[in-house]
């Protein structure tokens, strides 16, 4: 039952479950539990601290600037719930603390406790996966329960090509890292070898997850060979019918057709001078304030807070990726992983991602080593 339980925690967490409201996380109740347990255990914070204050003091050095540009461009009167500033302390309210509450209260030093709970949390994605494939009705009731009843998943073109299962990272770092964590994490190569197949229908990118993780995994070569082969042959046989977008994006139009769109339409550079350049215009071109738009999470920072923010970034994806794994190739991996995704969208914030690097850090600063999968 326990098990159960913080695999349904787990779940909820990783994939941003909502209900009724897109606004309403049901990760919430697991974060003022956590901040209790923290405020009564927090010794076990205080030794997370000292064996990673390089981490946290980027992370520090982040907040400190999105604060000082919010404060000064406006972005906390104008624009609260879409800043930065906000986006800093969710990252931590709704990622790191549920991370903590896993790692302290369940998994301890035990990695195979993690894997479970994630074989478990993935399974019951794929159940909500299938029933949204096969129903488009259940697809839109789903839909409409989570409190995204207005998703572009529900449009015509996407409602029976895209957009399969129950979390609000559908779009975003849910496919992905679901295909990451199953491929290098799991060890179970046939359930992996599925999910990765289903999570190609969502998402073009998980495609860059699937070959890092190939390369990455301990699944036997001979295996990874028979992966690649099934895959090609399933996206040659019926690619246009099972993976529509993946058959369009890269068969038919070559791979180039969502790179040349996004070069087109979504690279918008609004500082002129150097000084914006370097420090931003603390604007917002993601939520519809301004007149330009981008989904480019790089094109987001850097019009917000210039190379200054560009950077803080980078070092905190790289002190996170060496904190957890090391000068590896998993780290560097790791590393490369947020860089991607980053393009994919704005990753400062509260998503996969961070969520799974949290649970591994924790998880390292409590067996005192660098994690190996």
Do not use: C
């Not at 409201?21 to 927090?42: E, Q, W």
């Not at 999470?297 to 905190?316: A, K, Q, R, T």
């Amino acid at each position: 039952m326990k098990k159960i339980s913080f695999a349904i925690v787990l779940f909820i967490a990783f994939y941003k479950v909502t209900l009724l409201s897109s606004a309403l996380y049901l990760v919430f109740p697991v974060t003022i539990l956590g901040l209790l347990l923290l405020i009564r255990d927090n010794h076990l914070i205080k030794g997370f601290i000292a064996d990673n204050f390089h981490v946290i003091g980027a992370f520090l050095l982040l907040f400190a600037f999105t604060v000082l540009i919010d404060v000064v461009g406006g972005g906390l009167s104008s624009n609260l719930m879409g800043s930065f500033t906000l986006r800093a302390i969710t990252l931590i309210l709704m990622s790191f603390i549920p991370a903590f509450v896993i790692i302290h209260y369940y998994v301890g030093t035990d990695l195979n406790k993690l894997r479970n709970i994630f074989i478990i949390a993935i399974a019951i994605q794929i159940i909500f996966w299938l029933i949204t494939f096969l129903s488009t009705d259940i697809k839109v009731a789903v839909y409409s329960l989570s409190g995204h009843g207005d998703s572009v998943n529900l449009r015509p073109h996407n409602l029976s090509t895209r957009g399969f299962g129950y979390t609000s990272e559908i779009n975003f770092t849910g496919p992905f890292m679901t295909v990451v964590v199953a491929l290098i994490f799991l060890r179970k190569f046939l359930f992996s070898a599925a999910v990765t197949l289903m999570q190609l229908v969502n998402s073009n990118m998980t495609i860059v997850a699937a070959v890092g993780g190939l390369i990455l995994s301990k699944i036997p070569n001979y295996l990874k060979v028979l992966i690649v082969a099934v895959g090609v042959i399933a996206i040659g046989i019926a690619g246009s019918i099972l993976f529509p977008r993946f058959y369009d994006e890269f068969i038919t139009g070559g791979g180039v057709r969502t790179l040349m769109i996004l070069l087109e339409n979504h690279v918008v550079v609004l500082n002129n001078s150097m000084w914006d350049k370097l420090y931003g215009l603390g604007v917002y071109i993601f939520d519809g304030n301004e007149k330009v738009y981008s989904d480019i999470g790089w094109v987001i920072m850097f019009n917000f807070g210039g190379w200054v923010i560009v950077l803080l970034f980078l070092i905190l994806l790289a002190t996170l990726s060496y904190s957890i794994f090391g000068f590896s190739m998993l780290g560097l991996a790791w590393f490369g992983f947020g860089l991607v995704l980053n393009t994919k969208g704005l990753l400062f914030s509260p998503n996969a991602y961070m969520f799974v690097s949290f649970l591994l850090l924790l998880y390292g600063a409590l067996t005192q080593k660098k994690v190996s999968l």
